[in-house]
């Protein structure tokens, strides 16, 4: 028995569909359903509801055999279900099945309350994204460049994600063409500066190319949707 929300769900047949599920102690877990009459419906097998589940199987695919709602989760409209959907997709793009990810879990459960209530739903998507990249090995040191050196005011910095942050001199060519940030910026970022324009688009920038790394460079759908 675990807790799982459901991150996807495609047709597999035409009595049964697969649904892709983000599983509290499992993680991810690929099960098969049969579907009734009822559970063919919109309103079976919603998204950002929490659901008590089971399954058996030894393969990739198992097969479901209880799913039941602890409660009737958050419902998001419009930009919000926009913004949870693409935590949907990223997720699913770059779980591997059956390993744990119980701090992110937790994180994505936050960032779904958050979005649902925050004005700020940019802020709620920066923050979960921080501890996916961490999550997956990715995170970003905002305290020391990629030779140890603490981060300054006054000098520009380069970001790569297999790196962390490349110092830029004067006399010395980039690395490749690539957005450049500023100590200061950085600086502000690590003590939870996102209040203006500036370090917010900088940590989107940062966050979106340190993703890159992990899911590709094949575009997520849900962010065509912001369009």
């Not at 990739?60 to 409209?77: F, N, R, Y």
């Not at 913004?83 to 779904?112: D, F, K, M, S, V």
């Not at 490349?166 to 450049?180: E, G, N």
């Not at 500066?193 to 997520?220: M, N, Q, T």
Request: glycine share 6%.
């Amino acid at each position: 028995m675990d807790t799982a929300y459901i991150l996807h769900k495609r047709n597999f047949t035409d009595s049964k569909c697969i649904l892709e599920l983000f599983c509290q102690n499992a993680g991810r877990v690929q099960v098969v359903q049969r579907m009734s009459q009822k559970k063919r419906s919109s309103a079976f097998f919603q998204p950002f509801v929490p659901y008590s589940v089971s399954w058996q199987g030894r393969s990739d695919l198992k097969t479901l055999l209880m799913i039941e709602a602890e409660s009737s989760g958050v419902q998001l409209q419009s930009t919000r279900l926009y913004c949870g959907l693409y935590l949907n997709e990223l997720l699913c793009r770059a779980l591997l099945p059956g390993e744990a990810h119980t701090t992110l879990y937790q994180a994505y459960q936050t960032a779904l309350q958050n979005i649902s209530i925050l004005d700020d739903v940019e802020l709620a998507l920066r923050q979960f994204e921080l501890v996916f990249l961490q999550d997956m090995g990715y995170g970003i040191n905002f305290s020391s460049d990629s030779l140890g050196d603490l981060i300054q005011d006054g000098v520009e910095y380069q970001y790569f994600p297999d790196e962390g942050f490349v110092k830029v001199s004067a006399d010395v060519y980039p690395k490749k063409k690539q957005i450049l940030f500023s100590g200061h910026v950085i600086r502000a970022i690590s003590h939870g500066g996102y209040s203006c324009d500036v370090e917010r688009r900088a940590l989107k920038i940062l966050c979106r190319e340190a993703i890159k790394i992990i899911i590709g460079d094949k575009p997520l759908l849900s962010r065509s949707l912001f369009q």
